[in-house]
């Protein structure tokens, strides 16, 4: 999904409509993607970093969120956060086809670790 996104993004000429959308779809996967992470133990901690530092903030702004709605957002994170670490969470077991279907369903976890 991410090579597809940037793909598309290049195609379009600077300041047009669809590389804006192009950018504010791979700001809001971004996001929910370190949502998503805060129950992995394995990206717990990029996830919590990208929360508390200005990747959040960024990508909030390219995916036109207004301030109340980042607000309620940091608040829900900050509890699940606590929530975590005072209680981990049991670990599912995917059965072998969701495994192998991991990184086709997650391709942004690539692009958070860098």
Known sequence: MLEEYGRKCRKQPLGT???SDCMKKLAESIILQCI???WDRTFMKQSTKFFS???FSICATIAEMDICDQIK???????S????????PAQIRPDK???????KAFPLRAALSL
């Open 17 to 19: 409509k669809k590389r």
């Open 36 to 38: 998503e992470d805060l």
């Open 53 to 55: 530092q200005r990747g």
């Open 73 to 79: 957002l940091l608040e829900l994170v900050n509890r």
């Open 81 to 88: 956060v606590l929530i975590l670490r005072s209680e981990p």
């Open 97 to 103: 086809e969701l495994r192998s279907n991991t990184t």
